[in-house]
């Protein structure tokens, strides 16, 4: 038996690369790997990096879905269910939209699949497959086996997974509805064997919140400071409010901590169910203390909320430049389906399109809804605008004279690898036909 693992690329424009910064090696496609039997043959065809080899001889195709990704995630289905091959499909989005994946596929892998591919597997080779999986999150005793990633050009970065899940319920977010706003922390055992056996020097440590379980988190940093690691991962505002979190992050090898921000404005947070994140008091202070702590921060803000005009952008890109942050991002809001921002937008009819990640002509960087206080076009530009602005030589200078003070000559480096070429690669992503990889010839 043959299994074919999938990544599926966001699109590509006629005759040029695909276009990621972050071409990172997909972890659960290596947790699957893991949980295969050795007797079944896999091989991995990832679409950001390779053109996919429709005639390969296999049994079955997984394809591991996102939303941006769902579109050319059914075309790819397709060509092989001509061929009479199997599909199954998994990820975020089978889980947010199970029904409409099951259109496309012969199976889905609904929520986390560890608990349920051994049975799926065994009901392949039965010949009874079935339509729905319903996978439970489950603490799992494997490792992800990264050979099935042997050849593919992937950045030098060991990712590693430590939890799953946020406590918290933001309107937008996927990954809350997702987990029910739960985190779920990974055995601290299974990390540490995962870090000692990882081959690069810098490490991404995978959790949607890091710092959910504080306790949790103590004890993890505490574990991993001996190995001398220097790490990424995502965290919250609120961890500088205690003195002993930041101190032993740091001392464990913590170099950039990405916090989504989101919005500097009071109402716009309340709306978002995120007014946690609210400190006009002590916003200044608590990145004062992240950087004093010798920690970049990588901020995120999402605009396109009610109360969002030319000004609270504007701000948005003054905050991150007063502060010389490591590197930001300035998205538009995006509403995935089945979450809180979805259904509310439905409800106001302010939808521009009933599935905006099916589109025909939907372009990477417009924005999928009607916003209050300016147009759809209008929200986009000032996102491209504000990434524009904080991709300037001068910005970018300034930003980097102060990360050299904060952060290891590793990191510094790294610096300069994202943001000189960061203007240029913002343009090269915006109106991306989502779906689309033009360079196939058609069947």
């Given at each position: 038996?043959?299994?074919?693992?999938?990544?599926?690329?966001?699109?590509?424009?006629?005759?040029?690369?695909?276009?990621?910064?972050?071409?990172?090696?997909?972890?659960?496609?290596?947790?699957?790997?893991?949980?295969?039997?050795?007797?079944?043959?896999?091989?991995?065809?990832?679409?950001?990096?390779?053109?996919?080899?429709?005639?390969?001889?296999?049994?079955?195709?997984?394809?591991?879905?996102?939303?941006?990704?769902?579109?050319?995630?059914?075309?790819?289905?397709?060509?092989?269910?001509?061929?009479?091959?199997?599909?199954?499909?998994?990820?975020?989005?089978?889980?947010?939209?199970?029904?409409?994946?099951?259109?496309?596929?012969?199976?889905?892998?609904?929520?986390?699949?560890?608990?349920?591919?051994?049975?799926?597997?065994?009901?392949?080779?039965?010949?009874?497959?079935?339509?729905?999986?319903?996978?439970?999150?489950?603490?799992?005793?494997?490792?992800?086996?990264?050979?099935?990633?042997?050849?593919?050009?992937?950045?030098?970065?060991?990712?590693?997974?430590?939890?799953?899940?946020?406590?918290?319920?933001?309107?937008?977010?996927?990954?809350?509805?997702?987990?029910?706003?739960?985190?779920?922390?990974?055995?601290?055992?299974?990390?540490?064997?995962?870090?000692?056996?990882?081959?690069?020097?810098?490490?991404?440590?995978?959790?949607?919140?890091?710092?959910?379980?504080?306790?949790?988190?103590?004890?993890?940093?505490?574990?991993?400071?001996?190995?001398?690691?220097?790490?990424?991962?995502?965290?919250?505002?609120?961890?500088?409010?205690?003195?002993?979190?930041?101190?032993?992050?740091?001392?464990?090898?913590?170099?950039?901590?990405?916090?989504?921000?989101?919005?500097?404005?009071?109402?716009?947070?309340?709306?978002?169910?995120?007014?946690?994140?609210?400190?006009?008091?002590?916003?200044?202070?608590?990145?004062?203390?992240?950087?004093?702590?010798?920690?970049?921060?990588?901020?995120?803000?999402?605009?396109?909320?009610?109360?969002?005009?030319?000004?609270?952008?504007?701000?948005?890109?003054?905050?991150?430049?007063?502060?010389?942050?490591?590197?930001?991002?300035?998205?538009?809001l995006l509403p995935f389906p089945n979450t809180g921002l979805y259904d509310r937008l439905k409800a106001e009819n302010r939808l521009l399109y009933d599935k905006w990640w099916l589109e025909d002509g939907y372009n990477y960087g417009e924005v999928a809804f009607e916003p209050k206080l300016l147009s759809a076009e209008k929200l986009s530009q000032l996102c491209r605008d504000a990434r524009k602005e904080f991709a300037s030589p001068k910005t970018v200078w300034n930003r980097g004279?102060?990360?050299?003070?904060?952060?290891?000559?590793?990191?510094?480096?790294?610096?300069?690898?994202?943001?000189?070429?960061?203007?240029?690669?913002?343009?090269?992503?915006?109106?991306?036909?989502?779906?689309?990889?033009?360079?196939?010839?058609?069947?």
């Amino acid at each position: 038996m043959k299994i074919t693992f999938i990544l599926p690329a966001i699109g590509k424009k006629p005759g040029k690369k695909y276009i990621g910064t972050w071409k990172m090696e997909p972890l659960t496609i290596a947790v699957l790997k893991a949980l295969t039997p050795l007797e079944i043959e896999t091989e991995l065809y990832d679409d950001r990096l390779e053109l996919i080899n429709y005639d390969t001889q296999t049994d079955l195709v997984c394809i591991s879905v996102e939303t941006y990704t769902a579109k050319r995630s059914y075309k790819i289905a397709a060509r092989f269910q001509e061929r009479g091959i199997l599909v199954v499909m998994g990820g975020y989005h089978a889980t947010l939209c199970p029904e409409e994946v099951a259109q496309y596929s012969d199976s889905v892998l609904v929520a986390n699949a560890e608990t349920v591919w051994t049975k799926m597997l065994q009901d392949l080779k039965n010949h009874n497959l079935q339509k729905f999986y319903y996978g439970e999150t489950a603490e799992y005793d494997i490792q992800p086996d990264k050979s099935i990633f042997a050849g593919k050009k992937y950045l030098p970065v060991n990712l590693i997974e430590t939890g799953r899940g946020c406590c918290h319920s933001c309107e937008f977010c996927a990954i809350s509805k997702f987990y029910c706003s739960k985190y779920h922390a990974r055995d601290h055992r299974l990390i540490l064997d995962d870090l000692q056996n990882s081959p690069h020097k810098y490490t991404f440590l995978v959790d949607d919140n890091l710092v959910a379980d504080k306790k949790n988190a103590i004890r993890l940093f505490e574990e991993i400071t001996p190995l001398k690691t220097k790490w990424a991962g995502q965290g919250t505002l609120s961890m500088a409010k205690d003195e002993k979190l930041l101190k032993t992050m740091k001392k464990s090898g913590c170099e950039i901590i990405l916090i989504g921000f989101e919005s500097l404005n009071k109402a716009n947070l309340q709306q978002m169910n995120k007014s946690f994140n609210y400190a006009l008091g002590e916003r200044d202070e608590l990145v004062k203390r992240i950087h004093d702590a010798g920690i970049g921060i990588y901020a995120t803000f999402v605009f396109g909320y009610d109360n969002d005009d030319e000004r609270t952008i504007h701000d948005a890109v003054e905050f991150a430049k007063k502060h010389n942050i490591y590197t930001a991002a300035f998205n538009h809001l995006l509403p995935f389906p089945n979450t809180g921002l979805y259904d509310r937008l439905k409800a106001e009819n302010r939808l521009l399109y009933d599935k905006w990640w099916l589109e025909d002509g939907y372009n990477y960087g417009e924005v999928a809804f009607e916003p209050k206080l300016l147009s759809a076009e209008k929200l986009s530009q000032l996102c491209r605008d504000a990434r524009k602005e904080f991709a300037s030589p001068k910005t970018v200078w300034n930003r980097g004279m102060a990360s050299l003070g904060r952060t290891s000559p590793l990191m510094w480096s790294l610096f300069w690898a994202m943001n000189l070429r960061l203007g240029e690669e913002i343009d090269q992503k915006m109106n991306v036909p989502i779906g689309e990889n033009l360079d196939e010839l058609p069947k």
